[in-house]
C-alpha cells in the first residue's frame, strides 16, 4: 500500500479512483462498512482506493488544546486500512492555512486535481471545508460539474456496548476511557492497542517477581481507566499473554500515570527501547492500595490467573 504525506507526495501520472475522506480514527466497524465499500466499488471499476485523513487532527488546528484521545495513530490506522484493501493513504497535514479551504476548493485542489475521483465514498454526516460547511450534497452537486459519483453508507452498525449506541469513534473513547475495554472491542472489532517505547521505570515489579514492560506511550493515546486488565503484549512480532496495570501505582504512592504489561510466563525478557503494542481484552478490577505487599503478591497472583484464562479462551475463540 502506498503512503503520501500531503498533496505533493501523489505521483504526477496517478489515474482516477475510488476516495473516501475522514479521520478514520479507530477504524472501527462502522468506518469499515464506508471503507470496504470503497474497495468494492473499486474493484468493480479496476480502480484503486485512496482513503484521505488528517494529521493533527482538526479539532486541534480550529480549537487548540481540544485534540481528542486517539483511539489508533497513523501508522496503525494505515496497516488496518491495508488488511481492508486499501491502496493508498493520503495524510494531509491540517494547518490553519488548510482549515481555510472552502469546500468547492477542496473538491477542486484534493479530489479533481490530485486524486482524479472518479467515486466518492462518504457516511451520511460527511462535512468538509471552511467551519465544516460543505455537506454530502454539496459533495453530490459538484460531482455533476467534475465527473464523478457519490455513494452515502448508512452506517447502521450498532450492538451492546454503550447500550446499543451506534458505532463511533466517541463512543469507542468512552468506553476506553470508563475500562470497558470488552464494550471497545465490539465497536472497533478488535482489542484496544496502546503502543509506545518500553522505558526504565521504578522496577518494583522486578522485584516483586512480576517484571513489567513500562510502556511510553505515543502523545494523546486513549488510556483505558485505572485498573488491571488482560491482554496481549507485543514486540518484536511476538504476541505475548499479559497482565497489565494502569494507573498511578498507589501501592508505593506513585504519582506519575502508566501502562506497565507483564508478559506471563516469560523469563528473561529484555524489551528496553522497543517499540510495543498492549492490546486490552478484559477488565479485571480497579487499582487498590492492600494493607500489605504480602497481600498485594497474593492479588497479583490471582490476577495473573485470570489474564493467563482470558487470553488463551480468547486464542481458542479467534482459531475457531
Same mark, same amino acid.
Given at each position: 500500500?502506498?503512503?503520501?504525506?500531503?498533496?505533493?507526495?501523489?505521483?504526477?501520472?496517478?489515474?482516477?479512483?475510488?476516495?473516501?475522506?475522514?479521520? *478514520?480514527?479507530?477504524? #472501527?466497524?462502522? +468506518?469499515?462498512?464506508?471503507?470496504?465499500?470503497?474497495?468494492?466499488?473499486?474493484?468493480?471499476?479496476?480502480?484503486?482506493?485512496?482513503?484521505?485523513?488528517?494529521?493533527? @487532527?482538526?479539532?486541534?488546528?480550529?480549537?487548540?488544546?481540544? @485534540?481528542?484521545?486517539?483511539?489508533?495513530?497513523? +501508522?496503525?490506522?494505515?496497516?488496518?486500512?491495508?488488511?481492508?484493501? %486499501?491502496?493508498?493513504?493520503?495524510?494531509?497535514?491540517?494547518?490553519?492555512?488548510?482549515?481555510?479551504?472552502?469546500?468547492?476548493?477542496?473538491?477542486?485542489?484534493?479530489?479533481?486535481?490530485?486524486? +482524479?475521483?472518479?467515486?466518492?465514498?462518504?457516511?451520511?454526516?460527511?462535512?468538509?471545508?471552511?467551519?465544516?460547511?460543505?455537506?454530502?450534497?454539496?459533495?453530490?452537486?459538484?460531482?455533476?460539474? *467534475?465527473? =464523478?459519483?457519490?455513494?452515502?453508507?448508512?452506517? #447502521?452498525?450498532?450492538?451492546?456496548?454503550?447500550?446499543?449506541?451506534?458505532?463511533?469513534?466517541?463512543?469507542?473513547?468512552?468506553?476506553?476511557?470508563?475500562?470497558? %475495554?470488552?464494550?471497545?472491542?465490539?465497536?472497533?472489532?478488535?482489542? @484496544?492497542? %496502546?503502543?509506545?517505547?518500553?522505558?526504565?521505570?521504578?522496577?518494583?515489579?522486578?522485584?516483586?517477581? =512480576?517484571?513489567?514492560?513500562?510502556?511510553?506511550?505515543?502523545?494523546?493515546?486513549?488510556?483505558?481507566?485505572?485498573?488491571? =486488565?488482560?491482554?496481549?503484549?507485543?514486540?518484536?512480532?511476538?504476541?505475548?499473554?499479559?497482565?497489565?496495570?494502569?494507573?498511578?501505582?498507589?501501592?508505593?504512592?506513585?504519582?506519575?500515570?502508566?501502562?506497565?504489561? =507483564?508478559?506471563?510466563?516469560?523469563?528473561?525478557?529484555?524489551? *528496553?527501547?522497543?517499540?510495543?503494542?498492549?492490546?486490552?481484552?478484559? *477488565?479485571?478490577?480497579?487499582?487498590?492500595?492492600?494493607?500489605?505487599?504480602?497481600?498485594?503478591?497474593?492479588?497479583?497472583?490471582?490476577?495473573?490467573?485470570?489474564?493467563?484464562?482470558?487470553?488463551?479462551? +480468547?486464542?481458542?475463540?479467534?482459531?475457531?
Amino acid at each position: 500500500m502506498q503512503r503520501w504525506r500531503g498533496l505533493e507526495d501523489i505521483p504526477e501520472d496517478w489515474g482516477r479512483s475510488v476516495v473516501t475522506i475522514g479521520s *478514520y480514527d479507530g477504524v #472501527h466497524r462502522g +468506518h469499515q462498512l464506508i471503507i470496504g465499500r470503497a474497495v468494492a466499488r473499486a474493484r468493480e471499476l479496476g480502480l484503486p482506493t485512496v482513503v484521505v485523513t488528517f494529521d493533527p @487532527h482538526p479539532s486541534e488546528v480550529v480549537r487548540p488544546g481540544s @485534540h481528542p484521545p486517539l483511539l489508533a495513530p497513523h +501508522h496503525r490506522r494505515a496497516e488496518l486500512m491495508a488488511e481492508l484493501g %486499501v491502496d493508498a493513504v493520503l495524510v494531509l497535514p491540517f494547518t490553519a492555512e488548510f482549515s481555510q479551504l472552502t469546500p468547492a476548493d477542496f473538491v477542486v485542489k484534493v479530489l479533481v486535481d490530485k486524486l +482524479h475521483a472518479r467515486v466518492v465514498v462518504e457516511g451520511p454526516n460527511f462535512r468538509f471545508g471552511h467551519r465544516a460547511a460543505g455537506t454530502v450534497e454539496f459533495l453530490k452537486e459538484l460531482g455533476t460539474t *467534475y465527473d =464523478y459519483d457519490v455513494e452515502v453508507i448508512d452506517l #447502521h452498525e450498532r450492538g451492546e456496548a454503550g447500550g446499543g449506541e451506534p458505532f463511533s469513534s466517541t463512543l469507542a473513547r468512552r468506553l476506553v476511557a470508563a475500562g470497558d %475495554v470488552e464494550g471497545a472491542m465490539e465497536v472497533l472489532g478488535r482489542p @484496544h492497542r %496502546v503502543e509506545g517505547v518500553v522505558v526504565r521505570g521504578a522496577q518494583r515489579g522486578r522485584e516483586l517477581g =512480576y517484571p513489567t514492560a513500562n510502556v511510553e506511550t505515543l502523545p494523546h493515546t486513549a488510556i483505558p481507566a485505572d485498573g488491571v =486488565y488482560a491482554g496481549w503484549l507485543t514486540a518484536a512480532g511476538e504476541m505475548m499473554p499479559a497482565a497489565i496495570s494502569v494507573g498511578t501505582n498507589p501501592q508505593f504512592d506513585g504519582v506519575d500515570r502508566t501502562v506497565e504489561a =507483564y508478559a506471563i510466563d516469560r523469563v528473561g525478557l529484555d524489551l *528496553y527501547g522497543l517499540h510495543v503494542a498492549v492490546d486490552f481484552l478484559a *477488565y479485571l478490577r480497579g487499582q487498590e492500595k492492600f494493607e500489605s505487599i504480602e497481600a498485594l503478591l497474593e492479588r497479583m497472583a490471582i490476577d495473573v490467573k485470570r489474564a493467563r484464562e482470558l487470553v488463551e479462551e +480468547h486464542a481458542a475463540a479467534r482459531r475457531s
